[in-house]
């Protein structure tokens, strides 16, 4: 089955809003083995929406399309699609239930525009939105499916999941292509390649590896074309376990885990509880591991110590140290994590202290100068960095590698 | 001048990587007045780009494509590209030095693919990269320009600011359109709409409304189309004065301002310490404060109390009142913001405390539910709210409140 995806909306083009639908859609559709061709966005007007139907229905099997079913008059897909369909808009009476309840749940007054959300075009197939008003819709012309979701991305992804996903799982057959990412942590791009040159050479024609960084981490994407899925499977895990035992202590996953929910993991089996002591980070690991569900579970809580301060007020930093060797110096960050699982608690945490720029560098520490702390049972480990970038960069590339050194002070693999 | 932007990347199509540069340079392009029209998204594959290049090139004035200039086998745009331009490959001696003072400034090995990173199509202009190794490139044919560029984004964004938002400037004429956004916290998209209908209505038709709703944020955005730079402006500026009689608490600032940068210039200027006291926040306001470069001077710490146990301990909350009332409640949050302005020595600060969810609701406080207090020289406003949507969105909507709450407090507008 092949689809393309259509995103309506001027924000978009005007660059006031990232579009993160299409990726997850192109993601969720790659899962149940539909591939995504084309990616297009266009403008809020009907001309627009009308020229871009024109030219890809008939032309996929697929199109989704996302964004301007809005209560508000810059929404103009719906109107657009009635007359496309040349089909009157009615009431939908599930949707109108449902976008009553949810006011009167929340003591809140009905207003003309909220029960205009529940009009469709009569020709479609209404999908119910538990998570919103607007509900999705289902048209099929010319042998292509063509289906509408509004661009708040959690109403789509409700829709995605409810209706979407398990309609179009029915009409694809096996697919043909099977991923598998292997997630890193701690070894630049170029590095990477060439520690894994000789394996990346060995592998056989069939499988396909790509290079996706983010700050601070690095994913390996092995593809495999053309061959059944269980033949697929077991190459990959051949192939896997041969790289392995070349870059194994960098691993902390697969398939898009991210590195806070498998330090989470690990906390949890072991039954441990941790703690941060943050200063350059700002409270960005605290952040990520609580994006966690469930990570009370072993997140006890944190310390954000901007100020110094806060640095020997609350964690117990000696004063004296700070001003000899520095807020951003071994002995600092040594003393922010143990002090934070004395204080908090744990046996477990994690400190940071660095320049994240893009002031406050200096010639003998330029910006993106970061000490790292983590500390087991009183067992501490401090290393420097010399990250760089941005200061989101340099921020997330710090919270990272706190996380990943953690998890391998626990594995014994540091 | 007319433009389109191609986004080249497999990791994008299948759903694993989301891409921000497009939206990135299409808000740079607007400010100087070009045009985006066309948004596309192609795979890594030689043939796919040669055949987005022939439909656009000569259709639109500028055309930038990003990705594919990593340094490993699966980045094939610069190949395509030379072939496209049957240029071959040299390398660009500026590029080259950069590279080599690079790896030795951090110890690095020099590696054959990284010095390969500085080829470039003979017939192109290269674009110095001052952020990584792989230079931009700029063609000209057939009346357009094409524009490569590394996916990477922040090392897209300094060649976009170096040497490419300069030269396209030169060559455009006056904008002749105008936008002007205004920012908004606490009232829901169909609310807001209903709030400010009359005045909507009474819009001059040059002037064009539209809704951006985030979590916990609705932008407003005003377009004026066909008139003269000063005339739009002064439109704007009678429009948006008439607006602020309406909905003036909930404005927090204009064009994209964040909310924690217009909150931390308020705290600034008065020259105030905060701190924050999160819970089911997990640190997220504290690092929204700290993404700020120069928030030092007025971001002091934060105490992240998941654990009960670290409300009492590190913030001095009452153990029996969180035993009777739960931690979910008025008291709790109003005492963890007191304790950390003592704790932390800070005249302001914030609190939270709700459920986040997915678990962990009941029938009296269903998921969502959560108490924020703000306190400013031990005056504490508290409130109960019900936020709505997945964990993620929980969190950001009671990390927006929180800090519009205290900038109202701050104020005197609650």
Request: proline fraction near 4%.
């Amino acid at each position: 089955m092949r689809s393309a995806l259509i995103t309506i909306g001027d924000e978009i083009l005007i660059g006031q809003v990232t579009d993160t639908n299409a990726v997850w859609i192109s993601k969720q559709l790659n899962k149940i083995g539909v591939r995504v061709e084309e990616m297009v966005t266009v403008s809020d007007e009907a001309g627009q929406i009308t020229a871009t139907l024109d030219r890809l229905m008939g032309r996929y099997d697929l199109l989704i399309m996302t964004g301007g079913l809005g209560p508000t008059k810059d929404d103009i897909t719906k109107q657009t699609l009635a007359k496309y369909f040349d089909s009157k808009l009615v009431s939908h009476p599930e949707s109108l239930d449902r976008i009553r309840a949810f006011l009167k749940e929340r003591g809140r007054a009905v207003i003309e525009s909220n029960l205009r959300q529940a009009e469709v075009p009569e020709l479609c197939r209404p999908l119910l939105n538990n998570h919103g008003s607007a509900p999705g819709m289902w048209f099929e012309k010319e042998g292509s499916i063509l289906i509408s979701l509004p661009g708040v991305p959690y109403e789509m992804k409700g829709l995605m999941t409810d209706h979407v996903i398990p309609s179009i799982r029915e009409k694809v057959e096996v697919p043909g292509v099977v991923h598998r990412t292997i997630m890193t942590q701690g070894v630049p791009e170029s590095y990477l390649a060439e520690m894994i040159k000789d394996w990346a050479a060995s592998l056989p024609e069939c499988i396909k590896l790509a290079y996706l960084p983010r700050p601070g981490i690095v994913r390996l994407r092995l593809t495999v074309v053309d061959k059944c899925a269980q033949e697929a499977e077991q190459l990959l895990e051949v192939n896997i376990d041969k790289l392995l035992d070349i870059i194994g202590k960098h691993v902390f996953g697969y398939d898009d885990i991210s590195l806070e929910d498998a330090l989470g993991k690990l906390l949890k089996e072991r039954k441990l509880k941790v703690a941060s002591a943050e200063s350059c980070t700002g409270g960005n690991i605290a952040r990520l591991l609580t994006s966690v569900p469930g990570s009370s579970a072993y997140f006890k809580g944190s310390v954000i110590a901007y100020d110094n301060q806060i640095k020997s007020r609350v964690l117990g930093v000696d004063p004296e140290i700070i001003e000899s060797e520095g807020a951003v110096s071994k002995k600092v960050v040594e003393q922010m994590a143990l002090g934070v699982c004395q204080n908090l608690g744990t046996q477990t945490s994690m400190a940071t202290s660095g320049i994240a720029g893009p002031d406050g560098g200096t010639e003998e520490k330029p910006v993106g100068t970061t000490w790292i702390c983590v500390c087991h049972e009183g067992k501490t480990y401090a290393k420097q960095y010399l990250f760089w970038g941005t200061r989101e960069r340099v921020i997330d590339q710090a919270s990272f590698t706190a996380m990943q050194l953690l998890r391998r002070l626990l594995l014994n693999s540091l």
